[in-house]
């Protein structure tokens, strides 16, 4: 099963995990803590899913685009009818626009990207001079946080990897830091870390 489908089916009940809700909130606190989010600004969450954090960035901003591979999420998203969220059912690196943004956010989506700096040299094409990034996602991990590893490409992403990389592809002030453990059946907690950074 591809991603796509295994996302799409799990539509229905992605936002019935308590984990993932609050996950959601801890990454949209530590957004809104160290970016200051305006009412006239132009938005992208990349991998917005059911907008577990879309929700709650669009309260802050002018608007938000949520771009998804899950044509099943988005049409979670879209079901809660919010004026100013719109969604585009595309992978982030094929968008083709002349529209520069304001702000680039994300959460937990990062490890599912094969080639990063595509990603990267994309996300620096679409935002404004001064725009921002906010991307949560694991710190490096063992393998486990995922029962299934189809379509991960990443065991989460190290401090000096990313923060080299973003500035690689013309990004500056980047800053990495963790903001929050998820704890499942081991151990050792998992870390979850908020890089930002400005164009």
């Not at 304001?102 to 990267?120: C, N, R």
């Amino acid at each position: 099963m591809n991603k796509e489908n295994r996302f799409d089916k799990s539509a229905e009940t992605w936002d019935t995990s308590d984990t993932r809700v609050m996950l959601a909130q801890n990454i949209y606190d530590a957004i809104v803590k160290n970016i200051e989010l305006q009412e006239d600004m132009e938005v992208i969450d990349f991998g917005a899913g059911t907008g577990l954090l879309s929700r709650n960035i669009a309260l802050h901003v002018k608007s938000l685009l949520g771009i998804d591979t899950s044509s099943g999420m988005l049409a979670k998203l879209n079901d809660l009818g919010r004026d100013n969220i719109s969604t585009l059912h595309v992978d982030i690196c094929a968008y083709e626009t002349g529209k520069k943004y304001d702000g680039i956010v994300s959460s937990m989506t990062m490890h599912h990207v094969e080639h990063l700096d595509a990603l990267f040299t994309k996300m620096h094409t679409l935002l404004k001079e001064d725009g921002f990034l906010a991307i949560a996602d694991l710190m490096g991990e063992d393998g486990t946080f995922h029962n299934d590893n189809d379509g991960v490409h990443h065991f989460g992403f190290d401090e000096e990897h990313l923060i080299l990389l973003a500035q690689k592809h013309g990004f500056t002030d980047v800053k990495y830091q963790r903001i929050f453990d998820v704890t499942k059946e081991r151990k050792e907690p998992f870390g979850i870390f908020l890089l930002t950074a400005k164009k």
